[in-house]
């Protein structure tokens, strides 16, 4: 699931400090080394949602032929989740995952494990995300239950989605947690993360850091004012 690289469109949560086509380059990086690195599963049919739908036909070349691509329908990320997942089954699916373009650090390893859950007894799997969503669902069969009812971007979601299994009786497991690039504190912990880790590769990504923050060490680059002051609210608190 990804919308297209538009400036003012994605990861306008990263605006200010960054410009909207910084951030739209950013997101651009991220959506190409994800589809690059999922393009290494074998055994697998690939589709890549996107929006708006009339962007489908904008994306061309590597690594996106290794990809059916079809445009995102429905009101909200609950409905274009379950219209996702549900094209996916109609199409012969035994089993199906959905992930993000906006998770670098996300292995098609991970996602072969998320598999792998699936086919030896789980109906769901979650990937948890530093801000109290998920990063990925796996589905052993489709629910529409489990993608509607829920106050989506919220700390919440992926506590309400547990406990929706529950109330459903559908055997959940979790994965390693990994974290989405929404906010300033994450673009940080992204280059933190790109300094301990060589894998995933992400080389759009990882060359992005490098350029946009150079030798800035701490600091972001430009003008002062471009540098975050220490995060707001309470989402450290959540992260424990």
């Not at 290494?40 to 691509?69: H, I, K, M, N, Q």
């Not at 301990?196 to 600091?219: L, V």
Request: with cysteine; proline share 10%; aromatic share 8%.
């Amino acid at each position: 699931m990804a919308k297209a690289p538009i400036a003012g469109r994605v990861k306008t949560r990263l605006c200010p400090p960054l410009e909207p086509g910084e951030a739209a380059h950013l997101y651009a990086c991220t959506l190409g080394d994800t589809v690059a690195e999922m393009s290494a599963l074998t055994r697998v049919r690939r589709y890549l949602f996107l929006d708006p739908p009339e962007s489908v036909a904008s994306l061309s070349g590597s690594p996106f032929p290794a990809f059916e691509l079809f445009p995102q329908r429905g009101r909200d990320l609950g409905d274009r989740m379950r219209d996702g997942a549900a094209a996916a089954f109609r199409n012969g699916a035994r089993r199906v995952v959905i992930i993000g373009a906006d998770c670098p650090s996300l292995s098609a390893g991970t996602v072969r494990r998320a598999f792998r859950e699936l086919s030896t007894g789980a109906s769901v799997v979650f990937g948890p995300s530093a801000d109290g969503g998920y990063y990925l669902i796996g589905l052993s069969s489709p629910d529409d239950r489990l993608f509607r009812g829920f106050r989506w971007s919220t700390p919440e979601v992926l506590r309400d989605a547990a406990a929706r299994c529950r109330l459903l009786c559908a055997p959940f497991s979790f994965l390693p947690p990994e974290r989405d690039v929404d906010t300033v504190e994450d673009l940080l912990a992204l280059r933190e993360w790109t300094r301990r880790h060589a894998q995933p590769a992400c080389p759009r990504t990882r060359g992005w850091i490098s350029g946009f923050f150079g030798d800035c060490g701490d600091r972001f680059p430009g003008s002062p004012e471009r540098t975050p002051g220490p995060p707001r609210g309470s989402r450290s608190r959540r992260e424990g």
